[in-house]
T-cell receptor, first 114, second 114 residues
């Protein structure tokens, strides 16, 4: 069965430090991959997506992610976090065989230490 | 482009009453729309997939008679929570499928049942 794993429930990093949020997926083919961010009480905002091609994807707000097929991973990175990056981050897998159905990971809450 | 709206953004209703939530794709036609439910500090759980002009497909464990979904046009899907109870209080998010690879998310509706 398809699944998405975000092993880190909560991460705290210092402002200005680098960030990496982990995401692993289980799917029988190359999936569509997404990272979303959600602030408290708000909807989802798409940070970046991977469909095909270059495995290093650039997104908004200075985020990037790298698709590694051999590791079934799509980790999100940012070289220097800002206090405004504190939020919940969701990795998601799109199942192209199911008309754009998406499976979400459990999320990683990011806190920023001043 | 690809804007999805939800109405209302928040609603309070009394136990036993029904409440309707609208999801609209504002600048594109969506043959497929999705409804998610999100409990506090949890991930999004897919409730159902609705296709324009046909019956919705519900995920396992979702009560069809409690959560009525209607996708009457290519730009509008509605979710009606019937005979709402306090345990139905949650954050409901809709999304619309675009090109079969990606979903565009609405801002969410917070339902509180008293």
């Amino acid at each position: 069965a398809q699944s998405v794993t975000q092993p880190d429930i909560h991460i705290t990093v210092s402002e200005g430090a680098s960030l990496e949020l982990r995401c692993n997926y289980s799917y029988g083919a190359t999936p569509y991959l997404f990272w979303y961010v959600q602030s408290p009480g708000q909807g989802l905002q798409l940070l970046l997506k991977y469909f095909s091609g270059d495995t290093l994807v650039q997104g908004i707000k200075g985020f990037e992610a790298e698709f590694k097929r051999s590791q079934s991973s799509f980790n999100l990175r940012k070289p220097s976090v800002h206090w405004s990056d504190a939020a919940e981050y969701f990795c998601a897998v799109g199942l192209y065989s199911s008309a754009s159905k998406i499976i979400f990971g459990s999320g990683t809450r990011l806190s920023i230490r001043p | 482009g690809a804007v999805v709206s939800q109405h209302p953004s928040w609603v309070i209703c009394k136990s036993g009453t029904s409440v309707k939530i609208e999801c609209r794709s504002l600048d594109f036609q969506a043959t497929t729309m999705f409804w998610y439910r999100q409990f506090p500090k949890q991930s999004l759980m897919l409730m159902a997939t609705s296709n324009e002009g046909s019956k919705a497909t519900y995920e396992q464990g979702v009560e069809k008679d409690k959560f009525l979904i209607n996708h009457a046009s290519l730009t509008l899907s509605t979710l009606t929570v019937t005979s709402a109870h306090p345990e139905d209080s949650s954050f409901y998010i809709c999304s619309a499928g675009g090109d079969g690879r990606e979903q565009y998310f609405g801002p969410g509706t917070r339902l509180t049942v008293t």
